[in-house]
């Protein structure tokens, strides 16, 4: 302890100012202050130092029950005064009780000086020790300046072997690629152990000039990949969104909607308090786990001559076998179950698809009305398919109508598969965007595998009657079926 009341006023003082700060921003009101402690009564103290210490301490005690570390990280700002950082330093280091709150709150002012340095690149050159052989840093230079005053704690050789863990684990967490592995790798656990573990020391300058730089290294990192994170993840529910859906997944028994997924704020998600952010990071972790998961996407092999069949692949596979042997069955298949809602969604698209070209095809130049322009590429349309879409008989209970919304169908599922190709080349593998159009596809195959079973009957029913008809139907259907292996090949590669 200082031996100067007056200078040990004036860090209490400090450290009371930034508290009720703290709570009145918290509080959205100011907070009475103790009899007797106003900044007038302080300034004006002169003999009655020791009264006002001891009011002082027990106002303080008060606060620090009020105050939480998450508040402290909230207080310290870029337009924090350095000195107020050093008194609230030099406060929780000489406290006689020595709580784990009082640790955390040590380590984010440690944190802040060395993120914050009074003059920038500061600590980037390296100093000598008062020997002039032991190198010690600026930053822990600095430290031993600012607890000049208060009697520094023994650090044991067991925690300077502690010490020495820090750098390892700080490179681990740069080489980190993706939340989850920073989250599964267990270094958040393991470095809240070491802390935990100096005790007393932890308030050595040695101590604090090693954790404070691996903080700052650290929580770059860690903001990096949790911003990555929770930027895919609600550009995940937007999609979904999109399409009309609103559950994510069941994390932890409770089912995540869109709704929870955007309401997901990065910025006071990394200010609320260790262990609850702790159970938090660990919840985003796990919804990303689960949007990872979709869709469930697995390679089998399968011989040329009979891939396996399930789900949508079933239709690829047997448009494939129905190709004349010039054309290869790709060797590897996706399986996938389709639900009723996927294919309640899918039906909406092809429905407004459909009803687009039909637009265009009516009102465009006959000479160009072959080439439908679609958002990526240009949809080639056959003479048949455009007489299809212009035609006035598709309402008919009749053979012909039945050809008409055969030929209308395998366009429309044709264009919203070379959509979905298109748009999943645009995403990164293996993301959520990307499997979020994986799935799209999948339902596609199960559609294209009802068409192409539904344009098959038709072609029975024209070919003897009319053979020119049912090539039309056939010409279509083989270039669904071209599509559907594109699908196959895209998924399974």
Same mark, same amino acid.
């Given at each position: 302890?200082? #031996?100067?009341?007056?200078?040990?006023?004036?860090? /209490?003082?400090?450290?009371?100012?930034?508290?009720?700060?703290?709570?009145?921003?918290?509080?959205?009101?100011?907070?009475?202050?103790?009899?007797?402690?106003?900044? #007038?009564?302080?300034?004006?103290?002169?003999?009655?130092?020791?009264?006002?210490?001891? %009011?002082?301490?027990?106002?303080?005690?008060?606060?620090?029950?009020?105050?939480?570390?998450?508040?402290?990280?909230?207080?310290?700002?870029?337009?924090?005064?350095?000195?107020?950082?050093?008194?609230?330093?030099?406060?929780?280091?000489?406290?006689?009780?020595?709580?784990?709150?009082?640790?955390?709150?040590?380590?984010?002012?440690?944190?802040?000086? +060395?993120?914050?340095?009074?003059?920038?690149?500061?600590?980037?050159?390296? $100093?000598?020790?008062?020997?002039?052989?032991?190198?010690?840093?600026?930053?822990?230079?600095?430290?031993?300046?600012?607890?000049?005053? !208060?009697?520094?704690?023994?650090?044991?050789?067991?925690?300077?072997?502690?010490?020495?863990?820090? #750098?390892?684990?700080?490179?681990?967490?740069?080489?980190?690629?993706?939340?989850?592995?920073?989250?599964?790798?267990?270094?958040?656990?393991?470095?809240?152990?070491?802390?935990?573990?100096?005790?007393?020391?932890?308030?050595?300058? $040695?101590?604090?000039?090693?954790?404070?730089?691996?903080?700052?290294?650290?929580?770059?990192?860690?903001?990096?990949?949790?911003?990555?994170?929770?930027?895919?993840?609600?550009?995940?529910?937007? @999609?979904?969104?999109?399409?009309?859906?609103?559950?994510?997944?069941?994390?932890?028994?409770?089912?995540?909607?869109?709704?929870? *997924?955007?309401?997901?704020?990065?910025?006071?998600?990394?200010?609320?308090?260790?262990?609850? @952010?702790?159970?938090?990071?660990?919840?985003?972790?796990? /919804?990303?786990?689960?949007?990872?998961?979709?869709?469930?996407?697995?390679?089998?092999?399968?011989?040329?001559?009979?891939? =396996?069949?399930? $789900?949508? @692949?079933?239709?690829?596979?047997?448009?494939?076998?129905?190709?004349?042997?010039?054309?290869?069955?790709?060797?590897?298949?996706? =399986?996938?179950?389709?639900?009723?809602?996927?294919?309640?969604?899918?039906?909406?698209?092809?429905?407004?698809?459909?009803?687009?070209?039909?637009?265009?095809?009516?009102?465009?130049?006959?000479?160009?009305?072959?080439?439908?322009?679609?958002?990526?590429?240009? /949809?080639?349309?056959?003479? !048949?398919?455009?007489?299809? +879409?212009?035609?006035?008989?598709?309402?008919?209970? !009749?053979?012909?109508?039945?050809?008409?919304?055969?030929?209308?169908?395998?366009?429309?599922?044709?264009?919203?598969?070379?959509?979905?190709?298109?748009?999943?080349?645009?995403?990164?593998?293996?993301?959520?965007?990307?499997? /979020?159009?994986?799935?799209?596809?999948?339902?596609?195959?199960?559609?294209?595998?009802?068409?192409?079973?539904?344009?098959?009957?038709?072609? *029975? %029913?024209?070919?003897?009657?009319?053979?020119?008809?049912?090539?039309?139907?056939?010409?279509?259907?083989? %270039?669904?079926?071209?599509?559907?292996?594109?699908?196959?090949?895209?998924? =399974?590669?």
């Amino acid at each position: 302890m200082v #031996e100067d009341p007056k200078w040990e006023l004036s860090i /209490l003082a400090n450290v009371s100012g930034f508290y009720q700060k703290l709570l009145r921003d918290y509080l959205q009101g100011d907070l009475p202050v103790h009899p007797g402690l106003e900044d #007038e009564a302080i300034h004006q103290a002169s003999t009655n130092l020791r009264e006002i210490l001891g %009011k002082m301490h027990r106002w303080l005690q008060l606060l620090d029950m009020a105050i939480t570390p998450a508040m402290v990280r909230q207080g310290l700002t870029t337009d924090t005064d350095p000195e107020i950082a050093e008194a609230l330093l030099r406060y929780y280091t000489r406290k006689r009780d020595f709580t784990e709150s009082d640790r955390d709150k040590t380590d984010l002012v440690a944190t802040f000086l +060395y993120r914050h340095p009074r003059v920038p690149g500061q600590w980037e050159r390296r $100093g000598y020790g008062l020997d002039g052989s032991l190198p010690l840093s600026p930053f822990e230079i600095a430290l031993i300046e600012i607890l000049a005053d !208060s009697d520094a704690p023994l650090l044991p050789e067991e925690h300077v072997q502690l010490l020495r863990e820090f #750098e390892p684990l700080r490179e681990l967490s740069q080489g980190f690629v993706n939340f989850n592995a920073l989250i599964d790798s267990g270094v958040l656990s393991r470095v809240r152990e070491l802390k935990q573990s100096f005790g007393r020391s932890f308030n050595h300058p $040695g101590v604090l000039a090693t954790i404070a730089p691996y903080n700052v290294a650290f929580g770059t990192r860690f903001d990096e990949l949790f911003g990555c994170a929770i930027g895919e993840i609600k550009s995940f529910a937007k @999609a979904v969104e999109e399409l009309g859906g609103s559950i994510l997944s069941n994390i932890d028994g409770v089912d995540v909607t869109v709704e929870h *997924v955007q309401a997901l704020q990065e910025g006071e998600l990394l200010k609320i308090d260790y262990v609850e @952010a702790l159970d938090k990071f660990r919840r985003v972790s796990k /919804l990303k786990k689960e949007i990872d998961k979709r869709p469930r996407i697995r390679r089998t092999a399968a011989s040329a001559s009979a891939p =396996a069949r399930s $789900g949508g @692949a079933a239709a690829a596979a047997k448009m494939a076998r129905e190709k004349p042997r010039t054309a290869p069955v790709p060797a590897k298949h996706v =399986a996938l179950p389709v639900t009723a809602q996927q294919l309640s969604l899918e039906e909406a698209k092809l429905a407004r698809v459909e009803e687009s070209i039909r637009i265009f095809v009516r009102v465009a130049d006959p000479k160009f009305r072959q080439v439908v322009p679609m958002r990526f590429f240009n /949809l080639n349309l056959t003479p !048949s398919e455009v007489e299809a +879409y212009c035609a006035d008989y598709l309402e008919e209970k !009749s053979l012909r109508a039945d050809v008409g919304h055969a030929l209308l169908r395998s366009v429309a599922v044709i264009a919203r598969i070379q959509t979905e190709l298109e748009e999943l080349k645009r995403c990164q593998p293996a993301t959520s965007l990307w499997k /979020l159009r994986a799935d799209a596809l999948v339902v596609l195959l199960d559609v294209a595998r009802t068409t192409y079973d539904a344009g098959s009957q038709v072609v *029975v %029913k024209v070919q003897n009657d009319e053979p020119s008809v049912a090539e039309a139907v056939q010409v279509s259907m083989r %270039k669904l079926r071209e599509r559907a292996e594109c699908v196959v090949k895209a998924l =399974a590669g």
